[in-house]
Each structure stands twice: as structure tokens, then as C-alpha cells.
């Protein structure tokens, strides 16, 4: 039963728990509170949350009986957390760029590893399509080809931004699923320091990703961007991280490639909603 490992772990006798998709809310001493799964070290856990203001809305760390920030049960690691805010609702862009423009640290874009590491995502998939240890059919690798031309053109759109200054970072997430919601985003084991066009750029991927048109009037507060947060988002947007981390895991589980397809939608429908969002922000 999860309310006793609750209990076991932080000494917390809960009444009423509810499912929160993979998660688990319940109410307890005047606050929610979510206990999870947690996939980070320690190390990181605590790394990060350093960089976590006491004033903003990401939730707060319950150590466990023995002071530590992860919990392990049988080979399991937990979290816990208390929720600073009473209303759970949809994530919306607003609440993106509102978190993001708190400013932790400043770096170089010399040092900014955006497209280096686009690059190293990319040589890899051609590496292994070269190998010839797999034989693709013709649409899986039309497929392969046309997110690969892709993934070139947002190299194109980063190095093409003109920044000699310091690039502001903020607390960013390596992932922000469609049907996120406050909960979600605002949880501490999804964190790392990035550009604030990074979560944008994620969030809005998940609509171009999409089997219907996008709607731009989702995506005014785009308008208060600079010129250079602009191209930024852009080439964040342009580069097809769903289409890696589909391959990546084809190839770390060896799937069979021939269903690789059943994991894209209608090209033409993603082309169409990339051009509008990105003349929407260039305009």
C-alpha cells in the first residue's frame, strides 16, 4: 500500500491518496503533496535544488526519515513533495516564460552546447544507418532522412543567431509532455539549467507534433520575445527531438524497425503546422 510506505518513509500517516497519472497527491497538515517515482541520483536532486527560490512555485523537497532528498524501497527510489499552490490546471506558454525569466547563471554562447550536441545527435543515427546492420525499408528511411533534414536546418537557424554576450539560464526540464500540467511542471526531478527557449520551444513542439492545425492564439507571448530569444526558439522548435528519442529507443530496446512509422504522424500535417509557427515567430 502506498500510504504505508508514505508512512514508513516520512512518518506521515495519510487518510485519502488519489492518482495523479504515474504520481500520487494527497492532502495532509493544510498542503497537497505528490509522491512519485523519482529517477535522478541524490547528487542531482540536491544540485538542483540549490538553484530553488523559496519565493517561486516549484514545490518543496520532504526529506525522509533519514535527512535524504530520495527515498529507496526495494530497489525503488521516491520522492516527496509539497505543493505551494492549491489549483492544479493545464500548463499554459505563460506559465513557461513567467519561471523561465528568473535567472540563475549566465554562459557564453561559445559554450552553449546546443549544436554541438544536435550535431552528435545526428552523426550517431547516421552512423548506425551506414552500418547496414539493420535493413530499412523506403519509408522508414524517408522518414529517418526527412527529420535528419531537419535537425540540419535548426543547426542552420542557431548558428546563425549573433551573440557575443552571455546567454542567461534558467531552470529548465529535459522534457515537457502535451497534457503537462502545474503539478508537472513545477516538480523538482525533471530540472536542469538551460535557455528559457528550450521549455518554450519543447512545449510548443507538442502542438506542432499533432494530427490537427495549430492554433497561434495559444502562442502570443511569443511577441515579447527578442530578436535573438526569437531564433533561439525557432531553431529549438525546427530540431525534432521526439524523432531522436523515437530512435534511440528503437535501437537501446532493439525494436523491429518496420513499425518505426506507426510512431510519426501525417508528415504533411507536422510541415504545415512548422511553417505556420515559425512564421508566425519570424514575422
Known amino acids: 500500500m502506498i500510504t504505508n510506505l508514505i508512512s514508513f518513509l516520512y512518518n506521515i500517516k495519510v487518510e485519502i491518496i488519489r492518482r495523479h497519472n504515474d504520481d500520487y497527491i494527497f492532502y495532509y497538515n493544510k498542503h497537497f503533496y505528490i509522491f512519485m517515482k523519482c529517477y535522478e541520483k541524490e547528487e542531482k536532486i540536491r544540485y538542483i535544488y540549490n538553484y530553488i527560490n523559496n519565493n517561486n512555485l516549484y514545490h518543496t523537497i520532504v526529506k525522509n526519515r533519514h535527512n535524504k532528498y530520495v527515498s529507496n524501497y526495494n530497489g525503488e527510489n521516491y520522492i516527496l513533495m509539497m505543493i505551494k499552490f492549491n489549483i492544479n490546471r493545464r500548463l499554459l506558454l505563460e506559465d513557461i516564460n513567467n519561471s523561465t525569466n528568473n535567472y540563475i547563471s549566465y554562459i557564453k554562447k561559445i559554450n552553449f552546447n546546443w549544436g554541438s550536441l544536435w550535431k552528435q545527435k545526428i552523426d550517431q543515427v547516421e552512423f548506425f544507418v551506414k552500418a547496414g546492420s539493420v535493413d530499412f525499408d523506403i519509408l522508414t528511411l524517408s522518414i529517418i532522412n526527412y527529420y535528419l533534414m531537419l535537425g540540419e536546418i535548426a543547426i542552420i537557424f542557431y548558428d546563425y543567431i549573433d551573440i557575443e554576450d552571455y546567454l542567461p539560464l534558467s531552470l529548465c526540464h529535459n522534457r515537457i509532455k502535451k497534457e503537462a500540467d502545474l503539478y508537472d511542471y513545477f516538480s523538482i526531478t525533471n530540472l536542469l539549467l538551460d535557455h528559457k527557449t528550450r521549455d518554450m520551444g519543447e512545449y ?33 522548435i525546427i530540431f525534432p527531438s521526439y524523432f531522436f528519442d523515437v530512435f534511440d529507443d528503437f535501437i537501446i530496446n532493439n525494436k523491429n524497425f518496420n513499425n518505426f512509422y506507426k510512431n510519426f504522424i501525417d508528415i504533411e500535417t507536422y510541415n504545415d503546422n512548422l511553417k505556420t509557427i515559425i512564421n508566425f515567430i519570424i514575422k
Do not use: P, T
Not at 507538442?206 to 492554433?215: R, T
Not at 492564439?217 to 531564433?231: M, P, T, V
Open 204 to 236: 510548443i513542439k507538442n502542438y506542432v507534433y499533432s494530427n490537427k492545425n495549430i492554433d497561434i492564439s495559444d502562442f502570443l507571448i511569443i511577441n515579447q520575445l527578442s530578436f535573438n530569444e526569437k531564433y533561439m526558439l525557432v531553431s529549438r
